[in-house]
């Protein structure tokens, strides 16, 4: 277990009290993230002694604000051992990441009747993107079913690969199952079927060591947010020849060489893909959470959240009327999604903040898994480096005062 | 606890006196709320003179959309259609006896929002319904 005594005093936000006068319970962090001191002082630094638009200025403080902003993106680039920094586009999220290879590697690369292969646990920023593609080009997608138990079910993938995919974009890990799928060898099937993967590694970047070379991904998406650092940037890494070959996303400044009246050269990478002045101070946040989360260890912060997990799922177990939807505790990552019996997910996440206990409800953004499995929402805890068993006892005693009030 | 879950609303949750389907039914209408997937249905048969001579919901959600649209066919049978089309939100929390924030508001007013696209005979429900 990682000593979160130290780690809680990294995060101010933790000490603070909710409404009804608790300490906050903070069990949302799939959602989003809390945020260390060095990832808001790194930011509030950059505006106090740094700030200046990138990339063109040749003062002192544009080239320090420059310099700033690609360091950043070396930081992450090794974060994810991307071979190199120019692999690393910075988007607003991971959304943003998913729509700029469906905007541009597969506006140019797929064409009517082709087979795009999703799963039926994906987040809608995994889903819309691909529907609204497919409406606009006649794409077919189809979609790799999930067990009872809540794991991909791989034989039927490996029939839908037969199918001829020019994509598989999948998630690399649950939003509300917390399942951690087997991407190396989902990757290695679409390759031998001659199919390109992304991957959704939204979840799995901020929890788990995500290697991409090992994983041999062709492109994958991540968010700052959801691993300590701040909102409003992500980041899409991509295979060289494949970011090269595709034609830029948004127009605008910094990501053409040159621009005559009527055309334009766009720009090297990862510039091609950055139109406009970018989320710079948030780039600079975005390095401080790569650093903070490096010198704890991703192999640390795994075992740990392995470790609540399990002894959520344990305690959990011994709740009356609870049901906790997903895999073992072995096979996923720390979300735990689950109902109980006769009160809404909603009313127990509304009694539970009584208590300062930050939880969430509803469908996660994963519609169709829920109706996958009949139900029209759940309530989710989910766990990161700074939550304790404590918090998961709260947690169970608050389901307690839940049943007592809906007796 | 504090009054969001009075005994009222859990009562009118876990017993509602007006859950259920009409057949037949001179109105129907039926709509989500996309933030929680709470589910409301209402069917409702009109009377010769313009009011309401009986109404009925159906759905599943939390305790605040169930409760909220069982108060609100509660007090709504016997009223003229041109009353309970100028229902508002300050009715329906009139009915509960408690103050919403802005998320749970929108659980309280979903079988409002719902009544009235029915009344009014609307495609759509709209959050203008219950301004």
Known sequence: ?407 | MDDLYREVIIEHYKNPAYRGHLDPHDIQFADNNPLCGDHIEITLQTASDGTVKDARFDGHGCAISQASADLLIESIIGKPLEEVKKLNKDYILELLGIDLGPVRLKCALLSLKVLKAGVYGLGEASDELVE
């Not at chain 1, 290697?211 to 991540?222: E, K, N, R, T």
């Not at chain 1, 510039?271 to 975005?286: C, L, N, Q, S």
């Not at chain 1, 011994?318 to 996923?332: A, C, H, M, W, Y």
Request: some cysteine; overall charge negative; aromatic content about 8%.
């Open chain 1, 1 to 407: 277990m990682l000593n979160t005594n130290e780690i809680r005093r990294d995060f101010p936000i933790l000490e603070r009290a909710t409404a009804g006068g608790a300490r906050v319970t903070y069990l949302d962090s799939t959602a989003t993230s809390q945020k260390p001191l060095t990832v808001i002082e790194a930011m509030d630094v950059f505006y106090r002694r740094s700030n200046a638009n990138i990339h063109r200025g040749v003062h002192t403080l544009a080239e320090e604000a420059t310099a700033l902003y690609e360091s950043a993106r070396e930081k992450i680039a090794r974060f994810v051992n991307a071979p190199s920094a120019r692999q690393i586009v910075y988007t607003r999220n991971a959304t943003e990441a998913i729509n700029l290879v469906a905007y541009t590697w597969a506006r140019s690369n797929l064409k009517a009747g082709d087979l795009i292969i999703l799963t039926e646990m994906e987040h809608h920023s995994n889903l819309v993107p691909w529907h609204m593609l497919a409406a606009e080009r006649g794409i077919e997608l189809d979609f790799i079913p999930v067990t009872e138990d809540g794991l991909l079910d791989l034989d039927a993938y490996r029939s839908l690969l037969a199918r001829d995919p020019k994509l598989v974009a999948f998630t690399h890990m649950s939003n509300v199952l917390g399942t951690i799928n087997p991407a190396m060898e989902i990757i290695r099937l679409a390759r031998d079927a001659g199919a390109v993967s992304l991957v959704d590694a939204a979840q799995s970047v901020p929890h788990l060591t995500v290697d991409v070379q090992a994983l041999d991904a062709d492109f994958l998406a991540f968010s700052a947010h959801k691993m300590c650092g701040p909102t409003g940037i992500g980041a899409l890494y991509g295979k060289t020849e494949l970011l090269e070959s595709m034609p830029p996303f948004l127009g605008g400044g910094d990501m053409i060489k040159e621009v005559k009246l009527r055309s334009f050269r766009p720009n090297t990478l990862p510039h091609k893909f950055e139109a406009g002045t970018p989320a710079i101070a948030e780039a600079v946040g975005f390095g401080a959470a790569v650093d903070y989360l490096t010198k704890i260890g991703m192999d640390n912060i795994a075992a740990h959240e392995h470790e609540i997990t399990e002894y959520a799922l344990e305690r959990l177990d011994e709740v009356p009327g609870v049901k906790v939807f997903g895999p073992p505790s072995d096979k996923k990552g720390g979300v735990t999604s689950f109902t109980l019996e006769g009160v809404h997910p909603h009313d127990v996440a509304q009694i539970l903040d009584r208590d300062g206990i930050a939880i969430r409800a509803g469908h996660h953004c994963a519609q169709p898994l829920h109706e996958k499995f009949g139900i029209p929402a759940t309530s989710r805890a989910s766990f990161y480096l700074y939550n304790t068993k404590e918090e998961v006892d709260l947690l169970v005693n608050g389901l307690y005062k839940v049943k007592e009030l809906f007796g």
